[in-house]
């Protein structure tokens, strides 16, 4: 038996222990400014990058 926390309550638990995370049960919450931790990207402009990755049509020359 070892001791574990589980939803802030102390449990004895049987060896061995196994865990699973189920995916979107955690929600978590942060605020949006916090210290240590980098801005996000600017929104990418889809509409932008392909009309700067289209080729240029050269201008017919008589």
């Known amino acids: 038996m070892i001791p ?3 939803d ?9 222990v ?3 995370i189920t995916p979107r049960a ?4 942060v605020p949006t400014i ?3 931790v980098r801005p996000s990207a600017p929104a990418m402009d889809w509409v932008r990058l392909f ?3 289209r080729p240029q049509r050269r ?4």
């Open 18 to 20: 196994r865990c699973s």
């Open 34 to 36: 916090r210290p240590g």
């Open 8 to 16: 802030g309550e102390a449990l004895m638990l049987g060896t061995p």
């Open 26 to 29: 955690l929600r978590v919450r």
């Open 59 to 62: 201008a017919h020359v008589r």
């Open 51 to 53: 009309q700067l990755a």
């Open 4 to 6: 574990v926390g589980v």
